[in-house]
């Protein structure tokens, strides 16, 4: 399975934009970028996926690299529902591998 | 529209019992996944269900096993119990489409603790 790498942790002010980023050195062509997020005591909620080209939707926005090793959840103004741990994954069909993720406190 | 239902919330079990955990997918979905979390760690796959097959599995004993019905909800069984079985499970649904297992939604997780 195709790893990932992402910091532990990660601090925001509330209202500010947070870049996640992800790397993923190792990625295929036909892995998808996926993120998802955990808010304690429940499980991981879809937050967005992508392939080659950038994505947006309501929740956020994911910035792929040109060559895909990388790639970054953009969230454009934090707010304290936002803190959460972020994990960056791969994967065809596959099941889900998932790494620690970033754990993401937002101030207020 | 429902998405993913587990049961129950929480358990509590004693060493070498069996557990049962139940998970009904999102409406439209065939597929379902099921995955354990440790505290502080991120989940880890246990295997996948489709069309009342188990598709996929991870890197666990045969003391887990599951099961999938014809409306597509599923079953997880453990047995012989242990304390680092205690963990969050968590249930995951998705659409399996050309062979491919499109986004997977996750539900709540059931709390299982073992003593």
């Known amino acids: 399975d195709a790893k990932t790498t992402q910091p532990n942790s990660m601090e925001s002010n509330e209202e500010e934009p947070v870049h996640l980023p992800c790397n993923h050195s190792t990625i295929s062509g036909t892995d998808y970028i996926h993120w998802y997020r955990q808010l304690p005591s429940q499980g991981p909620e879809y937050v967005i996926h992508g392939l080659t080209s950038n994505v947006n939707n309501r929740m956020a926005s994911l910035a792929i690299a040109e060559d895909r090793k990388s790639s970054t959840l953009i969230l454009h103004r934090a707010t304290l529902r936002d803190a959460a741990v972020y994990y960056c994954?791969?994967?065809?069909?596959?099941?889900?591998?998932f790494g620690p993720g970033t754990r993401l406190s937002v101030l207020p | 529209d429902a998405g993913v239902t587990q049961s129950p919330t929480h358990l509590i079990k004693t060493r070498g019992q069996q557990v049962t955990l139940r998970c009904s997918p999102k409406?439209?979905?065939?597929?379902v996944s099921w995955y354990q979390q440790a505290l502080g760690q991120g989940p880890q796959f246990i295997f996948q269900?489709?069309?009342?097959?188990?598709?996929q599995r991870g890197n666990f004993p045969d003391r887990f096993s599951g099961h999938q019905f014809p409306n597509y909800s599923s079953e997880l069984n453990v047995n012989a119990l242990l304390l680092g079985d205690s963990a969050l499970y968590l249930c995951?649904?998705?659409?399996?489409?050309?062979?491919?297992?499109?986004?997977?939604?996750f539900g709540p997780g059931t709390r299982l603790l073992v003593l």
């Open positions: 269900y489709y069309e009342e097959e188990e598709r």
């Open positions: 409406s439209g979905h065939d597929t």
């Open positions: 995951a649904s998705s659409h399996l489409l050309a062979g491919v297992s499109e986004t997977q939604y």
């Open positions: 994954i791969l994967s065809y069909g596959q099941n889900f591998v």
